[in-house]
């Protein structure tokens, strides 16, 4: 689905109004119905994580994590069941996931006197039954679960979705016997699979990345946004770099 730059625009700035939370994708798709649900659930991932990089430097100062740090500890020595942790996140508006990652990295230094390494913290939030303290791995567990857009339970959707949608490109191409082949007059050498809705900041960010680097190496190609993207960022079929929200049938084979 393509959407002018107008219409994300207009999205973009309902989201910038909304929690990240399951009511606000019920509100997205009744103010917006003519959108599909996966387009819009793309979208509300992606704002929302670039929300959350504007604020995370003011979540990182030793001031504030020794105040939610102290925050958790009194929240539980009350109510153990409470979730406190969640709750503490959604109040000054940070991702539950990193919230669990702020406490549990101090819980550990407190523990061992040392700063934990990444490796151990990732273990530990893709596996809380690894935290050394029951209170603190239920916490964890119910800001993972609760966290449409970060954590280890969005990254396994994410990839699994991801690889769907290579194997269902991979599949299609199989079937038609291709190698090269042109579309909408346009010759294509590679074609590049992402199962997400095409932003001009994540384009930007893969034009720079790959997608310029494809282009040096094999010729021109196509990129298909399977949930659709902003159709003012289809500008660069004259020099070789064409956009789709769906696998071509217009195919002529060489």
Known sequence: MKLSKAQYGEIAQFLAQAPPTRQSLGRLKGRF???????????????????IKRKHAK????????????????????????PVLLELANEVDFAPSLMARIVLERFLQEQDGLTPSKTLINSMLRDPSQIPDGVL?????????????????????????????????QEMLLDKNISFLTVEGHIIHWIESKASFGDESSHQ????????????????????????????LDCHRNRGILLKDSFPTDIVTL
Do not use: M
């Not at 979540?59 to 109510?79: F, I, M």
């Not at 494809?214 to 003012?232: A, D, H, K, S, T």
């Open 137 to 169: 791995a239920n916490q964890v567990y119910q800001c993972t679960v609760n966290d449409y857009c970060y954590g280890p339970l969005v990254d396994c959707i994410k990839h699994a979705i991801g690889h769907e949608h290579e194997v269902l490109l």
């Open 205 to 232: 960010a893969y034009l720079h990345d790959q997608f310029w680097s494809y282009w040096n190496r094999f010729g021109p190609g196509l990129v298909i946004y399977w949930y659709g993207f902003i159709e003012e």
């Open 33 to 51: 119905p003519g959108q599909s649900q996966s387009t819009l659930l793309s979208i509300f991932s992606q704002e929302y994580q670039k929300q």
């Open 59 to 82: 979540h990182h100062t030793p001031e504030v994590t020794d105040a939610y740090y102290q925050r958790y500890l009194n929240g539980v020595s009350k109510n153990a069941a409470s």
